[in-house]
């Protein structure tokens, strides 16, 4: 079982700070998927980044891969309420299985 | 165009009872899969099919969990009998293809086994 931690598991910040939340493993991963949950909704997919040392920008977010591809990380700036979500990082091996991470559950204060 | 259909949305049933949960993937996708959502072991891969052929069903805890798939448009996750550790989130999500790296999930069923 590839393990993926996330820290820190709850973050609860004020409307306009920065953040960043990691996403670490010990496996190496063909590719990293970030998706954003809501209550009482499914994942939704943000992002997926595939080469070592990838960086990529959604807005106000910014994703990197690291240069092994074991871990990932995802830097909000100027938080909104409307981030406020469960932030869940995924591996990629192969084929199509996805490896969750533990989550980020962020709450961003107005 | 519909996401991923779930049904039903919650479910609330006693210990020992079937306990059936239904999907419906998004048209032309050809892979689907099902998960798991707990808060004490997050989001596991229960299950996966493509083009309704089960690739790969590690992921289903014992016996008591069953899928199929009998067509394109539809797939069952049936658990018999059901026990109060079953509760969980489940979710069905889909993807164009096997190797296709976008799955689109469903708004799941929420399921209490009292």
């Known amino acids: 079982t590839q393990l993926l931690e996330q820290s820190p598991q709850f973050l609860s910040i004020q409307e306009g700070e920065n953040l960043t939340v990691y996403c670490n493993s010990s496996?190496?991963?063909?590719?990293l998927q970030w998706y954003r949950q809501e209550p009482g909704e499914g994942p939704v997919l943000l992002v997926t980044?595939?080469?070592?040392?990838e960086v990529k920008k959604l807005k106000r977010l910014t994703f990197q891969f690291g240069d092994a591809r074991k871990d990932s990380s995802l830097h909000i700036t100027a938080a909104q309420p409307g981030d406020t979500g469960l932030y869940l990082c995924?591996?990629?091996?192969?084929?199509?299985?996805?490896?969750f991470g533990t989550g980020t559950r962020l709450t961003v204060i107005p | 165009d519909a996401g991923v259909i779930q049904s039903p949305r919650h479910e609330v049933t006693e210990m020992g009872q079937e306990v059936t949960l239904r999907c419906k993937p998004i048209?032309?996708?050809?892979?689907l899969f099902w998960y798991r959502q707990t808060m004490m072991r997050g989001l596991e891969l229960l299950i996966y099919?493509?083009?309704?052929?089960?690739?790969?069903d590690s992921g289903m805890p014992e016996d008591r969990f069953s899928a199929k798939m009998p067509n394109a448009s539809f797939s069952t996750l049936k658990i018999q009998p059901s026990e109060p550790r079953d509760s969980a989130v489940y979710f069905c999500?889909?993807?164009?293809?096997?190797?296709?790296?976008?799955?689109?999930f469903g708004p799941g069923t929420r399921l209490l086994v009292l």
């Open positions: 999500a889909s993807s164009l293809a096997w190797t296709e790296e976008t799955q689109y």
């Open positions: 496996s190496v991963f063909s590719s």
């Open positions: 980044v595939v080469t070592g040392g």
């Open positions: 995924a591996g990629q091996t192969g084929a199509n299985n996805l490896f």
């Open positions: 048209s032309g996708h050809n892979s």
């Open positions: 099919f493509n083009n309704n052929v089960p690739i790969d």
